[in-house]
């Protein structure tokens, strides 16, 4: 369809080098075509020039001062992308290869997951190019105070409300939730990820990785398989890969790698959680101190990587969670996890695997769960930590992780059902595109032109 190729040829013409946002729009704006046959609306109403056009980008200067005295200037990043569904809600990533077209690419993807999660949340995401990585505790403060300093301005409890990713967990989100309480005077959610000391909601931490378990199963439950005995690998050791080696571990299964920048582990044995949050969480240590407890581990540095692999995916298992960052996973890595029997790939990360490796599982119809389902999980549950804040009360972890299973299984089915109603039963990427956009499209037609 030549429109589709228009659109994208105007994107990359008007928003020049945004590479990885090219790679997200190419792929939902592929998947849309089908649907764009069917139903002229869409064309009529001008959605997908609209749609690909964030609504409001921010970008601003961040000074602070480190711990030599020196001055420090970062750039940040707010992209409101669309409100269609509710208030722009997407978290903010610290590290130093964000850019305009990283966040806009995370931005772009939160509009269609949040869609799927069912839940009234408009997509945004935030960030800057600080990294975090041997700085002190007084050093992250002083940034944080400094980024709210100027995000204070544009965001609120039914606006914007940002979170963490990359880079920002509970004690990054604290520091920027104490800075906006003191330049507004207010108390309110504007933040989700917050300390269950003040406002956060049991189960936060652990949403996204566990979603990506729950959509595992899922995809696996409809195909008559599970997950128990079977090894799995993970990659990345923050948040996501945390939480999703703990829930595997509930449902018996063995995570046997994790990952960082600088290389891997692969323990036979299974991954030793507990260890691996006391490095990663508490101590903020390299994975390489892993070994010194569990001897028996194999630790691989990235330089002894089969070139041009991840390690990761050089491991033979039934399923994988890529859960470390964009990109990670590309068409050598596909090949290698299905030579190596894997059936089934849930992305904890957003866009980790490359558009090559994403057509050969599609291809393949391994059960392949691409990140803006498998990790809604996350969003929903911020959601509900934002509802939990409007209504000023409290649930059980219990009930949190009860409806993040709902929105987990009621995301599989609605993809799942979308690709069949187009065709293609087991591609769960046109499923997911056309189910997302087609929530935002019809809330911006019924909104008017605005
Ligand atoms: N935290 C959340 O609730 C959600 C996070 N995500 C996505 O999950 C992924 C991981 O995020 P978090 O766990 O929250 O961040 P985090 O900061 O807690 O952990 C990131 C992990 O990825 C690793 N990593 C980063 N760059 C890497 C690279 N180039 N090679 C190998 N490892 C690398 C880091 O060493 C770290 O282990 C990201 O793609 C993020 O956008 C998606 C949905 C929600
Ligand atoms: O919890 C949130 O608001 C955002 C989570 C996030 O950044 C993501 O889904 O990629």
């Known amino acids: 369809m030549p429109y589709v190729h228009d659109v994208f040829n105007y994107l990359k013409r008007s928003s020049p080098s945004q590479t990885e946002f090219y790679q997200a729009a190419e792929e939902v704006l592929e998947s849309l075509r089908p649907l764009i046959e069917k139903d002229s609306r ?3 109403h001008k959605i997908i020039e609209r749609i690909v056009e964030p609504e409001r980008q921010i970008m601003f200067r961040i000074n602070w001062v480190d711990d030599n005295g020196e001055i420090q200037v970062n750039k940040g990043f707010r992209i409101e992308f669309n409100s269609a569904l509710g208030p722009y809600k997407g978290g903010i990533r610290f590290h130093p290869s964000v850019n305009a077209g990283v966040i806009k690419f995370l931005g772009f993807e939160q509009i269609f997951k949040n869609a799927l999660t ?15 990585k041997g700085k002190s505790d007084n050093e992250i403060m002083r940034f944080c105070q400094a980024f709210m300093s100027e995000l204070y301005r544009h965001i609120g409890p039914n606006t914007d409300v940002p979170a963490g990713d990359i880079g920002v967990g509970a004690r ?3 520091y920027m939730f104490g800075m906006y309480k003191k330049l507004t005077n207010r108390y309110e959610g504007v933040l989700t990820g917050k300390s269950l000391l003040w406002g956060g909601s049991l189960g936060r931490t652990q949403a996204t990785g566990y979603g990506a378990v729950y959509f595992a199963k899922y995809m696996l439950e409809a195909r008559g398989e599970s997950l128990e005995n079977k090894r799995c690998v993970v990659s990345g050791s923050g948040n996501v890969a945390i939480y999703t080696i703990e829930k595997l571990y509930h449902l018996n299964a063995i995570p046997v790698t994790c990952s960082d920048s600088k290389g891997m582990i692969y323990d036979e044995e299974g991954i030793d959680l507990e260890l691996l949050k006391q490095i990663k969480e508490v101590k903020r240590e390299r994975l390489t101190q892993y070994k010194k407890y569990r001897p028996n581990a194999v630790y691989t540095p990235i330089e002894e990587y089969e070139e041009g692999t991840n390690a990761v995916y050089n491991i033979p298992c039934f ?5 470390a960052t964009q990109n990670e996973l590309n068409l050598q890595d596909a090949k290698n996890l299905l030579a190596n029997g894997c059936i089934c790939v849930s992305e904890g990360a957003n866009m980790p695997s490359t558009p090559q490796a994403v057509d050969l599982f599609i ?3 391994i059960a392949y769960g691409p990140g803006k389902a498998a990790n809604a999980g996350g969003v929903a549950t911020s959601q509900l930590e934002m509802a939990q804040n409007a209504s000023m009360t409290n649930w059980s972890f219990e009930e949190v992780e ?3 299973e709902e929105i987990m299984k009621n995301i599989y089915e609605t993809t799942s059902q979308t690709a069949t109603e187009f065709g293609e039963p087991t591609n769960l990427v046109l499923g997911a595109n056309i189910a997302g956009f087609r929530r935002v499209a ?9």
């Open 402 to 404: 009860t409806k993040l």
């Open 442 to 450: 019809d809330a911006m037609i019924e909104q008017g032109l605005v």
């Open 363 to 365: 291809e393949s119809k």
């Open 42 to 44: 869409y064309l009529k």
């Open 172 to 174: 990054e989100i604290g």
């Open 118 to 132: 069912g839940l009234q949340i408009g997509g945004g995401k935030g960030g800057s190019d600080f990294d975090p």
């Open 319 to 323: 399923a994988a969670f890529p859960s």
